[in-house]
């Protein structure tokens, strides 16, 4: 992962489209596992699951500040590492206690080896 990415990948962004950031490659995802880049100021968890596929979600527990990214994805699931709580990789919802609130879901683009995100408001 690049780690940081404040330039959109593409040129000039249409009116009324959000900007979407090549933020690295998928040989730089763990086969099972996650990595945290910065897009714009916001930490985002990019995340490949047990399937293959790669999801972003911001990267911040919502129940405390902790770094999903850190956590065991359990097929298309992440558990955070502190108490356990587990995302739904694809809705960013918790599916356990003691997180009660969703972490946001951002668009996942992939081209060839290159993955690009587009983030959720
Ligand atoms: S900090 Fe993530 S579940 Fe408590």
């Given at each position: 992962m690049a780690g940081t990415s404040d330039a959109p990948a593409t040129g000039a962004i249409p009116a009324g489209q959000a900007e979407e950031y090549l933020v690295g490659t998928l040989e730089e995802l763990p086969a099972v596992g996650g990595a945290v880049v910065e897009l714009g100021g916001r930490r985002v968890a990019v995340v490949r699951d047990s399937a293959g596929t790669v999801h972003a979600i911001?990267?911040?527990c919502t129940h405390a500040n902790v770094s999903l990214a850190e956590g065991e994805v359990i097929g298309d699931t992440i558990e955070c590492w502190l108490h356990?709580?587990?995302f739904d990789l694809n809705d960013g919802y918790p599916l356990s206690l003691p997180a009660t609130k969703p972490v946001a879901v951002h668009r996942v683009r992939l081209d060839g080896?290159?993955?690009y995100v587009t983030l959720a408001d």
């Open positions: 911001d990267d911040t356990g709580s587990e080896p290159s993955i």
